[in-house]
């Protein structure tokens, strides 16, 4: 056995020994007779051992050359650009590429990049060499070098349809199959060009867990177009990780279209008895009461709103308070809703509360699941006041309809007309003008600075010093400028 073979049987790499003869040949070469058979392969084993990684989540930004076997997972389009100098155009393509221990993109260029757009096949395994950076949806490869690698073998499959669990950032090209669970209207933005943005949002939940799809520009009127319970399927999506979480993003290139098809989705939530403070979480359960719909005004001049209903599961209740657009939703007794992204927050007389925001989603179920409690008799009794029941009980099968003065209508609809008459007292001003004292009773629907009260009738802003929480009964006095009271007593309600 030769020197080369020598070298070669001690080196672990999945390069063959032919083409590492022939580096050793050109090293021979290269280094004009100044090295031997020997050294130059111990030179080239050395070039190997430093560039050859074990699997692609091992390659990092600030590595020098780095080699490594991956299976083609997709091939984007090529993209054409102009260099600053030059007459003829520039082109690239990006390639999402995986092994067993996750994925990456690499990028070609100029002649490389038009020849994989025409040779590539997805599934076909690749030796690549290039140098890491950081790109824009993590590491990336500027690609140096990639042959087809055809004898070996890659244990990952290449997918048509992506589930959710299947997710993984930088992805391109995802086809994903879902069912709507919400849906936003279209929003509007500023580019640093000036330039007028648009943006929407689906919610979608398939078998594995749901995933937030969000729709730019022209396709974020797609959003407009689908209801509740519509199965859908995105085409051409890519990957972005928002807050820590992914999200699935459509472009110019991509699509939301309507299946004639079901998507399962079972949500994977937390028990209500098992809820802890502070933490953000998925709940559902059936409503067991309804609130009316209350406006206040926020520090800007806006007006705000929030909703108040109770859910119950098999270990318990609690309260969601639904804020800004969520308190418009059609949610009525004895439906079966599901909330996602939840805040669990400090609720009256220590009663935890759970706060929908705009992170949240709130989906409308067609149907309970087989293990959900039976909350229709509940509901039907519910007296649509219980988010503020002077008692703070949670026990809703004792509730009548006189102890909150609230009615069912007649229409059978389950819709909750509320009229508050023994929970909060008429506010009375001593002098009704600006820069007069006033005293307010009524609940906390806003915590911070400033503190919002309602007393079922209207809404006031608050200025304190105390510490209050959602739900809590109290009276402030205090002189009253532009409408805010400025609270030089705070009584809580027993």
Excluded: C
Excluded at 19 to 24: I, L, P, R, S, T
Excluded at 118 to 139: F, I, T
Excluded at 463 to 472: F, N, P, W, Y
Aim: net charge negative; hydrophobic share 35%; charged share 35%.
């Amino acid at each position: 056995m030769g020197a080369i073979e020598d070298v070669y049987d001690d080196l672990d790499t999945d390069v063959d020994f032919e083409e590492f003869e022939a580096a050793v040949e050109d090293k021979v070469e290269q280094m004009g007779g100044l090295a031997d058979e020997e050294t130059a392969a111990m030179l080239i084993a050395h070039e190997l051992r430093d560039e050859e990684v074990e699997g692609v989540a091992d390659v990092a930004p600030g590595m020098d050359d780095v080699k490594f076997l991956a299976k083609v997972m997709s091939v984007g389009d090529l993209r054409t650009f102009e260099r600053d100098g030059d007459d003829d155009d520039g082109s690239v393509v990006n390639v999402e590429v995986a092994d067993e221990s996750g994925r990456i993109r690499i990028t070609m260029w100029d002649g490389m990049a038009e020849d994989a757009v025409e040779r590539l096949e997805v599934g076909q395994v690749l030796r690549v060499a290039g140098r890491p950076k950081e790109g824009y949806n993590g590491v990336e490869v500027d690609v140096d070098k990639v042959e087809p690698a055809p004898d070996a073998e890659v244990d990952v499959e290449a997918l048509d349809t992506y589930r959710v669990e299947d997710l993984a950032l930088g992805l391109s090209d995802v086809n994903l199959k879902g069912r709507v669970l919400s849906t936003d209207s279209v929003r509007t933005f500023d580019r640093d060009d000036g330039s007028e943005g648009r943006v929407a949002n689906l919610t979608l939940g398939g078998p594995t867990g749901r995933v937030r799809v969000t729709l730019w520009d022209e396709k974020a009127d797609l959003a407009t177009e689908f209801d509740t319970g519509d199965s859908v399927e995105v085409v051409d999506g890519y990957v972005r990780e928002r807050d820590g979480t992914l999200e699935l993003h459509v472009g110019n290139r991509g699509a939301v279209e309507a299946l004639d098809e079901a998507i399962e989705y079972v949500p994977d939530t937390t028990d209500i008895d098992a809820l802890e403070l502070g933490e953000t979480t998925d709940i559902a359960g059936g409503v067991i009461e309804t609130d009316p719909k209350r406006t206040f005004d926020r520090d800007d001049g806006s007006e705000g709103q929030v909703r108040n209903v109770r859910i119950k599961d098999e270990t318990g209740d609690i309260r969601v308070a639904l804020w800004g657009e969520k308190a418009d939703l059609d949610i009525d007794l004895a439906d079966y809703v599901v909330f996602t992204d939840v805040e669990i927050q400090d609720g009256w007389q220590d009663d935890l509360e759970a706060s929908a925001g705009w992170q949240s989603t709130i989906s409308v179920m067609d149907d309970a699941p087989e293990d959900a409690a039976d909350t229709t008799a509940e509901a039907a009794q519910s007296t649509g006041l219980g988010a503020f029941e002077a008692s703070g009980s949670n026990d809703t099968d004792d509730t009548t309809a006189s102890d909150g003065a609230a009615s069912v209508d007649g229409s059978g609809s389950g819709a909750v007309a509320a009229t508050v008459t023994d929970q909060s007292a008429e506010a009375t001003t001593t002098d009704g003008e600006t820069g007069g004292t006033e005293t307010f009773t009524g609940t906390v629907v806003q915590a911070g600075s400033p503190v919002v009260l309602d007393d079922g009738t209207e809404t006031r802003s608050v200025e304190t010093d105390e510490s209050l929480r959602l739900g809590e009964e109290v009276t402030v006095t205090g002189p009253v400028s532009d409408g805010r009271i400025t609270a030089a007593d705070v009584e809580r309600t027993e």
